[in-house]
């Protein structure tokens, strides 16, 4: 992390009266039991291009013509 932010971040935290600081505290701990979740975006690379041109024109009309309609009386 760069030294300026950690800076900031001591400084603002400093600012707060302890119940709050026990609470920045408790935020930052949870914050790195957090784990990514999902797949990266580059291990799907692998699929570009597999689906035909035509097949894709097909989805594409299909959803400019039936998704994008708004049917007032639907409710």
């Known amino acids: 992390m760069a030294a300026p932010l950690v800076s900031e971040i001591l400084e603002q935290v400093k600012a707060l009266p302890d ?3 026990h609470q920045v ?6 914050l790195r039991t957090i784990t990514q979740q999902g797949i990266p975006g ?4 692998q699929f570009a291009g597999s689906i035909p041109t035509e097949d894709v ?3 594409r009309r299909a959803i400019e013509t039936d998704c ?7 409710w």
């Open 19 to 21: 119940n709050l600081q």
């Open 68 to 74: 994008e309609q708004v049917d007032p009386n639907e």
């Open 57 to 59: 024109e097909e989805i």
């Open 25 to 30: 505290l408790s935020f930052a701990r949870a």
């Open 42 to 45: 580059k291990l799907y690379l």
